[in-house]
């Protein structure tokens, strides 16, 4: 009756019931705030006195990593005269002078693929989820090998050795890369050994951080190197493609068009002007630096969402010219891979359906644009009133919340028992992601009165307090929202007006006191479906989609575009062929 869409990873995530904390029982906590009206009466849960679920969840399986087949290509490097040698891999663990790739899958396992050893190894399983995972190069001489950096939800941006990476003990640690919503790895630019990052700001500004060698300062102070970057979707450090011993930036725009930098100018002008070296490149969900082995030409991975990569190298000539492109791997729809071209969206990639009857599904979202077979959580959830939200800490727990007698519980491991009550007003509660800009991700709730509310977070599961947005709301007959829609880094929500069918874009700002743009009309139609989701980003694109479903029970997928307006989201592609009008709720 449901449509099951095979997947490429291993998933071995699960859940327990456990009360989501705003301030302690009996007493504020220092700094909490109870999130609803004092002396609010509490509205109804769960029939004949049911008590909070205590549940785990069956997360469905897939199958195993397939090795990627090596480039067969692997052109010299050619520097002209005079130029500095900086074509160095940028990662490379087993030391034989070949890069390899960083991946992080959606058990949370880190893995690598070994050029020596001709295989994906496992390195071990994470406790904290990266939201980007870069690969500078060398960053100081105080360890042995490539350090590798973690960038988290909540902006910290630590520098680890490849252990490291695993088990959380970091070299440094910086705080407040979250204003940006893309930081890139672009190896060493100027030829001083060290491993540089580019960083991009969601108004397309773009900062250069030199690698100064230190193990306890391994950054400068960033410096503005251009403008305008936001009009690519896709940004990676794609080595030396030109064979001229300098590094290069790849961007790719909403067209598809592929655009190339060189690493050649001042220390305050280090780019050159771009150059078109490609076209057709919109079928890739994720575009990957790779192929910068040690004097040799760099090259790209561009990866279709069904898994399948596809290796392009420079040619060598000097003009960013790329080779024909040569199929290397299938069922790479890692959750991360390192040097990929943009943040993938933060802890939502999954769908819940319920039904009147008090069952309770789960589907997992893996990269490919569809969903997997569905999975029964259990058939107790009769009148429950059940929400989901963007990862509240930088566990990516995924939560699974519930409204129970004016309190909020959360099915997510480790966190303290402690009661948050005053929920019974809101007719509405989700979480689309950092509201404000912080880093943390918020909730959003309306009130019976039509006025919607922003709870901000802590980071750990609990929140400060509300703060209104605005009055009016409750016109929209469906509001919805995880992660990022147009990919400027700031999460948005979409609103359906109940009495015309038309839905609304709201933007995201990143600022807490006016966290929405003025609405966008996407268009008119939509009350033809009964029901609107977000699970997140299925496409792997790094941009948020959202799902809707026919009276018939079809279900269709909307993927982000980069755009607003009518062209917010692409052509719908039906993900579900029956079925789905079961559920009386989908979230």
Known sequence: MFSSISAARTVARRRGRLLLAACTAGALAAGALVLGPAGLAQAAGPSAGAAPHIKTLAVPHTGGHEVLARPAQRRAFTAAAGAAATTTPRYDYDGD??????TQEIDGTIGVLSSTQQKWVTLGTSTVRYRDILTPGDLTSAYAGDEVLGLTQSGRLSMFTT?????????????????????IAVGDTNGDGWGDLLARTPSGDVYLYRGTGSATAPFAARVKVGYGYGIYDQLIGAGDLTG??????VGRDLN???????????????????????????????????????????GILGRLPNGDLYYYQGDGTGTGNLTARDLVGHQWNDELLSGQGHTPLWGKNDLFGQTAGGALYFYYGYNTGGLSSRSLVDGDWKGARLLTSVSLSDQDEEPLLELYQGVLYNDTPGFT????????????????????????SDLLARDTSGVLWLLTGKGNGTFYGRSKIGAGWNGYNQI???????????????????????????LGTGS???????????????????????????????????????SGGLLYRYSGSGRTGTATFKARAQIGTSGWNSYSALF
């Open 244 to 249: 001229s011993g300098h590094q290069t930036l």
């Open 256 to 298: 598809g068009d592929l655009w190339m930098y060189v690493f050649n100018g001042t220390a305050a002008g280090p780019l050159s002007g771009r150059v078109k070296i490609g076209y057709g490149w919109q079928g890739y969900n994720q575009i990957v630096g790779f192929g910068d082995d040690a004097d040799a030409v760099g």
């Open 97 to 102: 002078g070949r890069g390899d790739l960083l």
């Open 417 to 440: 028992n402690v009661s948050s009550s005053g929920w019974g007003s809101y007719n509405l509660v989700f979480g689309p992601g950092d509201l404000s800009g912080d880093g943390r």
């Open 480 to 506: 919805t929202g995880a992660g990022d829609i147009n990919g400027d880094g700031y999460p948005d929500i979409v609103a359906r007006n109940g009495a015309n069918g038309h839905l609304y874009l709201y």
């Open 163 to 183: 252990t490291g990476l695993t088990d959380g003990s970091a070299l440094w640690t910086g705080t407040g890369w979250q204003i940006y919503n893309q930081v």
């Open 512 to 550: 807490g006191s006016a966290p929405f743009k003025a609405r966008v009309d996407i268009g008119g139609g939509w009350n033809a479906y009964t029901r609107l989701a977000a699970p997140g980003d299925l496409d792997g694109d790094g941009r948020a989609d959202i799902v809707a479903v026919t």
